[in-house]
């Protein structure tokens, strides 16, 4: 990874000016995330802070920032498109309590069975995903009521504003680091972008907005505008109507106007939600999308805490993230949000300026709620020009450029399984799975590889003929296994020395137990010596499903399994 991380130790102003960061970049997220899954932007605005929030005090992993993502919206949009959105809060209810039964259960350090190949391709895969959603920022309402590239001279400032804030966050830590270089970034960009807006021409100002330089109000307009525009080309296609006018696409364009949302409340005390009813039924419904909501929260908050572990050189809990992530989905789905994980984007923007502590979290959370609440007008004029750049020099510091010139000096496998992964995650945008298909693609890879590790030295001692094994014995390796005695060839008494070896499953003791019978069927004693402890245990109480004979001569070692 690029030195982009600077190393920072924990100081009260870089957590807070961090968080302060993070607050802004978190807006246009939760809002993107809220459209993805088919539920109003406040929703996804309060979920962030709810998150965020309760995360950041019970979390395992301090300076880690959780909010609402996409990866959980990919869920939710289907939740709530078949069932409506009264049971997406009882499943994000259930999800968090899922995610504490897994804290609870110390099941939290299987994130260390996830290999480094696997790792690699996750983080290159959201490198690339991160960079390719920003590209929707260079679109803006055009007269069909559609998303449309911006032209011209909105265009070039546009790649001129992004370009002066990334410049800003390479080049002002070699002056100074007293100000997180993001933040710096963002208040110079974001005057520029106010003067721009106030005495540019109006001939550059592009169709569907009501500024040059698109700012988070507009952003926010354009699209719920855009959803409105296809909800009726939706509707006239249901009653057999042809394409929208014009006049039909202006009307839908100004039925859209800024309103004021309420404060969060109980989702049950909140008249705007029919409750689902309290049934198996329901529980049948929310159930599957509870899991695996649960799971793909799980997957990218541990990842990205193994990420930031890396990163600061310092170590997060596990079990206790999987607690407090639940505990924040919960409170969230009670006052009606749409859950979320920790986000990688917003965690590496903190981690860069310099948080640290559990209080960068914690301001993010806070800024996020006065933003929205009390700052709206402020907000509101942030461009997204400099929100773009931020997440691009996240993008450069979050890609492992380091895979691109060793992938010839690594195993072609590994080289596979980083490709795999970085694919899926770039092609369905769906973390959890991504990571789960390159641990089984490895782990088939391993045990593929060691198949064929497994071999004996023989000799003899006085009659007794000694097979020394050496290697697994497996699933996969049972077949070798097979082929290296000859029972009709043996000598009456035969051994076979597993102090280089180990069994590991019944699929090694089937194979075993069958062994034994092909030399009573002909006649020969089969023993089995310096078994360790672990394995001799699995013998025994394999009964007979293993009738083997240990054998207890003065060769016999027990040995601890490592």
Same mark, same amino acid.
Do not use: E, S
């Given at each position: 990874m690029l030195q982009f991380f600077s190393k920072h130790t924990a100081s009260v102003k870089d957590d807070v000016l961090s968080g302060l960061t993070v607050a802004l970049a978190l807006v246009p997220e939760a809002v993107a995330f809220a459209f993805v899954a088919g539920i109003p932007p406040t929703v996804g605005l309060y979920s962030a802070f709810f998150i965020g929030l309760i995360s950041s005090l019970t979390g395992g992993r301090p300076g880690m920032i959780s909010g609402a993502t996409g990866a959980m919206a990919v869920v939710i949009v289907s939740l709530v498109a078949l069932h409506g959105i009264e049971y997406l809060?009882?499943?994000?209810? +259930?999800? @968090? +309590? +899922?995610?504490? $039964?897994v804290g609870v259960l110390r099941l939290g350090k299987l994130i260390r069975l996830v290999p480094h190949p696997v790792m690699l391709g996750f983080v290159n895969g959201l490198a690339i995903v991160i960079g390719l959603a920003q590209i929707g920022s260079f679109k803006t309402l055009g007269t069909d009521g559609t998303m449309t590239f911006l032209q011209n001279i909105p265009l070039m400032i546009m790649f001129g504003l992004v370009a002066l804030t990334m410049a800003t966050i390479v080049l002002l830590p070699k002056l100074t680091k007293a100000v997180p270089s993001s933040l710096a970034a963002i208040l110079m960009v974001s005057v520029i972008a106010v003067g721009i807006n106030k005495f540019a021409p109006q001939n550059w100002i592009p169709s569907g907005q009501t500024n040059v330089v698109q700012t988070v109000d507009d952003l926010v307009m354009n699209n719920l505008r855009a959803k409105a525009v296809q909800t009726a080309a939706t509707d006239a296609q249901s009653n057999g109507s042809s394409a929208l006018s014009q006049d039909q696409i202006n009307a839908a364009v100004g039925s859209v106007k800024s309103a004021e949302e309420p404060l969060p409340m109980l989702f049950f005390l909140d008249s705007r939600y029919v409750l689902a009813p309290l049934t198996w039924e329901t529980l049948s419904i929310i159930l599957p999308f509870s899991l695996i909501l649960a799971g793909v929260g799980l997957i990218e908050s541990l990842m990205t805490l193994t990420l930031i572990d890396e990163i600061t050189e310092t170590r997060g809990n596990g079990n206790r993230e999987c607690i407090g992530q639940g505990a924040a989905n919960i409170v969230c789905g009670l006052f009606g949000g749409m859950g979320g994980c920790a986000m990688i984007g917003q965690s590496l923007i903190n981690v860069n300026s310099g948080g640290r502590g559990r209080l960068s979290g914690i301001v993010a959370a806070v800024g996020l709620m006065v933003m929205v609440v009390l700052l709206k007008p402020v907000i509101s004029m942030v461009p997204i020009a400099t929100l773009v750049g931020v997440m691009f020099m996240v993008v450069i510091g979050t890609f492992e450029w380091s $895979? +691109? #010139?060793t992938w010839n000096k690594v195993p072609l496998s590994d080289v596979l399984?980083?490709?795999?992964?970085? @694919?899926?995650t770039v092609l369905f945008h769906?973390?959890?799975?991504?990571?789960l298909l390159g641990i089984v693609v490895q782990a088939l890879l391993f045990a593929w #590889? #060691?198949?064929t590790h497994i071999m004996a030295d023989i000799h003899f001692e006085d009659d007794k003929k000694v097979y020394q094994l050496h290697g697994p014995l497996f699933f996969a390796s049972v077949s070798s296994f097979r082929e290296l005695t000859d029972p009709t060839g043996d000598p009456p008494v035969v051994a076979i020395d597993f102090y280089f070896s180990r069994v590991y499953d019944q699929s090694a003791m089937e194979a075993i137990s069958k062994l034994a019978e092909r030399y009573r069927q002909e006649g020969k004693c089969l023993l089995l010596r310096n078994m360790n402890a672990d394995c001799r245990r699995m013998i025994e109480r394999a009964g007979s499903l293993a009738e083997v004979e240990i054998s207890e001569d003065r060769h016999y070692h027990i040995t601890k399994m490592i």
């Open positions: 809060f009882p499943a994000v209810i +259930l999800c @968090g +309590l +899922l995610q504490i $039964t $895979t +691109l #010139h399984v980083m490709v795999l992964v970085a @694919g899926y769906n973390l959890a799975i991504a990571v #590889h #060691h198949a």
